[in-house]
């Protein structure tokens, strides 16, 4: 076989060497990411050794340069929870809602203008959004609500979701408009009108592309670090109206690491911080993993 | 044949060149962001009067500038608050020995927003302020308004000042704002008739008021002559007593006619 094809020898070495490249290159790419998770694993973990996890994660106060230090990440983590939970709660039906307008009932000039449009947005740099809620947001809320700061969880909630839509809108409109065309035209021929095919037959079978958009955006709202830095307000507390200043984890991540005595116990509990905050995007994106894999869409016949 | 010595005589000239150049020696500076514009106004003025010198600079907070310093990345940390003990134990570990210089002192205002009628406040009231006693203008005087406390993240050395001598080292709390840096105060405090917070002298602006402290107005004078409580120092740190370059530097920064001329310049307080 080989003397039948004299260049196959050399066609076959240059395969491999490509398949050696890829791997390389694929290789070097996970050990990079997977020697930054053992770097904030490192740097976290000894954190633990002076605070029992309990106290961490529960622990109220964070005054971590105070003698005795107090290291209660709890506010915190609250506050990512509140801001993540209230951002979703504007970002989801609004992202939702352009992307079914877009795929079902926009024409077909208007959204090939306005798509483009939205993911644009997401190219917004995150401080300029920060920048517009601190400098506009914030006290158009002071005076129209009468409440004391406008640097709050609410600010910094709508300047997250204005980060989001673009994501949960771009993703779904894509999982909505790729629905089979003949679920469509056999849900219109029995009579159903458009809302009532949308309703029951076009988001049924995008859930999974929907969902998976859904938790990509939250997570994106978890991660972000510069606008809550800038619009929550950064106060260790655990908020009781929406209308409250907030420190949610990355901003106190971001406030006090450049400070913080190097590889002292405040170091190490910012990095602990990290290492929560990692576990919360990873459950994230599990989550938007098993959603897409165990709802997928296999052409009209799984419906 | 002839090219030779030429040669010889260009590389060695080089050689001389690159060997003067390493004793001038480039300067590395990295350290709090508060001490950054004074040592970029001196550095400035430093490298236009000595071509040869080059200074870098950075910034990165005191505790980075401190941590480089240990490390042997940079020649002078700048530092808004004294080494902590914790720092000069795992230099000493590494073989060195921080030497703090004074190169000028900053003066930390309490402001408020330019509508706000309140003028003093002691020490007393601007630590209730932020201990969280004090929820409306009203209780000191003021308009019937809710207090908003901002004050700078925990491990700031603006924050570190404020926490140690107006606090008296009792808890800011929980409920305060946090701000970033000086600048974002100032953004606050000028879009909020309710808020209060802290700057160093050199970030005072138009757009907040500033308040006097026990009655003293926070100016250079007050704080030369030690009677506006809430002053500091701020400091360069080098690795053992400073040679050659660096040395040349830190006495051009602390001499009264030359370096501490602009330290004013950048809107802190010289030592003079």
Partial sequence: ?303 | MKSRPTVMFVLSLYLCFAATNVWAGNIAIKGSTTVLPIAQKIAEIYMKQNPDVKISISGGGSGNGIKALIDGSTDIANSSRFIKSKEVKLAVEKGTYPVPFAVAYDCIVPVVHPSNPIENLTLAQLRTIYKGEIKNWKQLGGHDRPVVVISRDTSSGTYEVWHKIAMENERVFPGALLQASNGAIVQAVSTNKNAIGYIGIGYMEPSVKALMVDQIKGSEETTLNGTYPISRPLYMFTAGWPERGTLKFINFVVHPQKGQRHVADAGFVPLY
């Fill in chain 1, 1 to 303: 076989m080989k003397k039948k094809n004299p260049s196959g020898k050399g066609r076959l070495r240059r395969e491999r060497g490509i398949h050696l490249f890829f791997f390389s290159v694929a290789f070097a790419s996970i050990t990079v990411l997977g020697l930054i998770l053992v770097f904030l694993f490192m740097e976290g973990i000894p954190i633990f050794k002076d605070v029992s996890f309990k106290d961490f994660l529960f622990g109220k106060y964070w005054y971590p340069t105070d003698d005795p230090p107090d290291f209660g990440i709890f506010p915190l983590v609250i506050a990512s929870i509140s801001v993540t939970a209230l951002s979703s709660l504007i970002s989801i039906p609004l992202g939702v809602m352009t992307a079914v307008y877009l795929a079902e009932c926009a024409s077909y000039r208007v959204r090939e203008w306005v798509k483009p449009a939205v993911e644009l947005l997401a190219a917004l740099p995150s401080v300029v959004i920060g920048f517009f809620g601190m400098v506009v947001v914030a006290p158009f809320l002071q005076d129209v609500l009468d409440i004391p700061t406008g640097l709050n969880l609410f600010n910094a909630s709508l300047m997250l979701a204005f980060m989001s839509i673009p994501t949960i809108c771009s993703i779904s409109e894509d999982a909505i408009f790729s629905v089979p065309k003949e679920l469509k035209e056999a849900s219109m021929s029995l009579g159903a009108t458009h809302w009532e095919t949308i309703w029951r037959v076009i988001l049924p079978a995008s859930i999974s592309g929907v969902c998976t958009a859904v938790i990509l955006g939250m997570s994106r709202a978890i991660g972000e670090t510069m606008v809550v830095l800038m619009v929550a307000g950064g106060a260790t507390m655990i908020p009781t109206s929406i209308f409250d200043p907030v420190r949610p984890m990355p901003a106190g991540i971001a406030a006090e690491m450049a400070e913080a005595p190097f590889r002292g116990d405040h170091y190490h509990a910012l990095f602990a911080t990290g290492i929560i905050l990692f576990l919360f995007t990873m459950l994230f994106n599990l989550a938007a993993d098993y959603i897409s894999n165990k709802y997928r869409q296999v052409g009209s016949a799984t419906l």
